[in-house]
């Protein structure tokens, strides 16, 4: 089948040019969301299941040494915790105060595993679009930028991809390396309170639904342009619709972070025009 990430707007065109039927578009889309799907969940599902959700309740579950039904339940309030621990605590005013939320908060975890099984909405998959361009690449040196629970990387690692998960959050990070560990894989762990980004050091970068949540998106910008090599590439979302269940996206303005890429010598390549919106920026 035809993965190339182009492929729904050529048949758009087509569909534009009377060459081809609706009917036909949406079964294309139909067939590529299931390959993604498919590449998603051979990712994350550990050995011996052979369903999404319940192998990342499992392991969530397994991670906090919880039941399956107690992890679940949690995962399912998720959002509404950590909106309430926003509102309580968080000054969004305050750089360190953000950190501070970011970096203690459990419910993140108990969000995103729920997330990714896909029962919410399809959006992870971008991932798997991503991967798409990456494996076009040269290189192997792989970073996913806010990194959460670790999702990306053990995506691009199943690939033979030499994999750097960075996050502000040692909460996470913690996860990610535990997520690794239980899979017999690895991945270099980069806690960005502490640690910077090495200079030079990455062909693909994701940042998937990041900068929505940057104190500073602007400085965001800068180490990201430093720590990406000439011709290397920059993949994300950047755009967020209002969300009153999560005040934490604090960003909602993207102009001045496309600028300032525009500025670090970055040149959008790729638009998704058609699934979730997500870019491919490639760095002079």
């Not at 270099?188 to 502490?194: A, R, V």
Request: charged share 25%; proline share 4%; net charge negative.
């Amino acid at each position: 089948m035809n993965t190339d990430p182009n492929y729904l707007v050529d048949l758009w065109k087509q569909v534009e040019g009377n060459h081809l039927d609706y009917a036909s578009l949406s079964e294309a889309e139909n067939t590529l969301k299931q390959y993604y799907r498919k590449v998603w969940m051979e990712s994350l599902v550990l050995p011996g299941e052979t369903d999404l959700e319940t192998s990342l309740i499992k392991e969530g579950a397994e991670y906090f040494g919880v039941t399956p039904e107690q992890f679940e339940g949690r995962a399912r309030q998720s959002t509404a915790a950590l909106k309430e621990t926003w509102e309580k605590e968080v000054d969004p005013m305050d750089a360190g105060s953000i950190e501070a939320f970011y970096d203690a908060s459990e419910h993140y975890i108990y969000e995103l595993m729920w997330w990714h099984t896909l029962k919410e909405d399809l959006s992870p998959l971008a991932y798997v679009v991503g991967l798409e361009f990456a494996k076009k690449e040269q290189g192997r040196q792989y970073l996913d930028i806010g990194a959460g629970v670790g999702a990306g990387g053990l995506l691009f690692r199943q690939e033979g991809f030499d994999v750097f998960s960075a996050d502000i959050s040692s909460t996470m990070l913690r996860c990610c390396q535990w997520r690794f560990q239980r899979r017999g894989e690895q991945a270099k762990l980069l806690d960005l309170k502490t640690e910077s980004l090495p200079e030079n050091a990455f062909d693909f970068v994701t940042a998937m639904d990041v900068f929505e949540h940057a104190a500073d998106p602007l400085t965001l910008v800068d180490d990201l342009a430093r720590t990406i090599r000439s011709q290397g590439c920059l993949f994300g979302r950047f755009h967020c619709a209002p969300d009153p269940a999560r005040p934490q996206h604090i960003v909602s303005d993207f102009t001045p972070t496309m600028e300032r890429l525009k500025d670090q010598g970055f040149q959008q390549v790729w638009h998704d025009q058609w699934l979730w919106g997500h870019v491919l920026l490639r760095k002079d």
